[in-house]
């Protein structure tokens, strides 16, 4: 059991009902008046939804023990994206709704971890940063600095990011997957 005040962003746990939730944002909040509540942004792991909720920081949860596996993306067809497991060899199917974010910053045949809770896949893990290459930006200005305000730029996943003035077309970029932020040339 894991208090409602230790849940941290990232960490996995299932509620009284039955429900696989994931943190995706959590922080103290202390009004006026009153008691500390800690306010989250959640995600369902199972159903995809996200939803905002408070909770009393002393509130107990059941945390979710959560293993990764390394694996291989494969491709997208419909609404199913699949994967497979890169010791035996065995593929996973994943709804896109569950691995939307994911998907914008890995190309087919890069490696990922799967997720499972049990024996139910429940989502992937990529690294945290991923190298991209730009398809579509304005051209760049001569004389253009890093410290100018950048401009948007389409990587061939189709993520669009702010990017440094000097950024071309076709060049590799390395992107930040946890803000989906530009980092530096490959």
């Known amino acids: 059991m894991i208090e409602a005040s230790k849940l941290k962003a990232g960490m996995t746990f299932e509620t009284n009902d039955g429900k696989l939730i994931k943190v995706l944002e ?30 009393r920081p002393e509130e107990k949860f059941e945390q979710a023990i959560i293993e990764t596996r390394p694996a291989q993306y494969l491709y997208q067809m419909d609404d199913t994206a699949y994967f497979m497991d890169t010791e035996n060899y065995e593929q996973y199917e994943i709804p896109v709704a569950n691995v939307a974010e994911e998907l914008k910053f890995i190309l087919e045949n890069s490696e990922v971890k799967i997720q499972f809770y049990g024996t139910e896949v429940i989502g992937v893990t990529i690294p945290t940063t991923v190298e991209l290459a730009v398809t579509d930006t304005q051209p760049s200005i001569k004389g253009a600095t890093v410290t100018g305000s950048g401009k948007p730029a389409t990587l061939e996943t189709g993520l669009v990011v702010n990017v440094p003035d000097f950024i071309e077309v076709g060049q590799k970029l390395i992107i930040n997957t946890a803000e989906g932020t530009y980092v530096s040339r490959a």
Do not use: C, E
């Open 26 to 55: 959590a922080s103290h909040h202390k009004p006026g008046k009153g008691n500390t509540v800690m306010r989250m942004k959640l995600r369902d792991v199972r159903t995809g939804s996200t939803f905002d909720t408070t909770y």
